[in-house]
């Protein structure tokens, strides 16, 4: 079974950064997508950004295209979401989500493992 533990949410104030974890244990393979996506109270959860590991290709919505970055450290199985000039609508549960894949898949429905979450606060 594979399991996925996020870190590094927290508050800060707009403009501000943070950097997130998402570790994963179990089964992996070198070739495999995984994501981030976020969920604010009320909304639906939606994709942030993506990282397929096997080339490094990545996505990223238009709503943090040049203030999010994702990276990845396979040595660690471990991926990354540096997220710069962070704006209050960027308040939301953050998830990490993992799928065996041939090239960066997006949506929700496409991945098979999630984290917990871990929050993020962000004020004006």
């Known amino acids: 079974q594979v399991q996925l533990v996020e870190s590094g949410g927290g508050s800060v104030q707009a403009g501000g950064s943070l950097r997130l974890s998402c570790a994963a244990s179990?089964?992996?393979?070198?070739?495999?997508?995984m994501g981030w996506f976020r969920q604010a109270p009320g909304k639906e959860r939606e994709g942030v950004a993506a990282i397929y590991t096997g080339g490094g290709t990545t996505y990223y919505s238009d709503s943090v295209k040049g203030r999010f970055t994702i990276s990845q450290d396979n040595a660690k199985n471990t991926v990354y979401l540096q997220m710069n000039s962070l704006k209050p609508e960027d308040t939301a549960m953050y998830y990490c989500?993992?799928?065996?894949?041939?090239?960066?898949?997006?949506?929700?429905?496409?991945?098979?493992?999630w984290g917990q979450g871990t929050q993020v606060t962000v004020s004006s």
């Open positions: 989500a993992v799928t065996w894949c041939l090239r960066v898949v997006t949506t929700r429905g496409q991945y098979n493992y």
């Open positions: 179990g089964p992996t393979y070198s070739r495999k997508c």
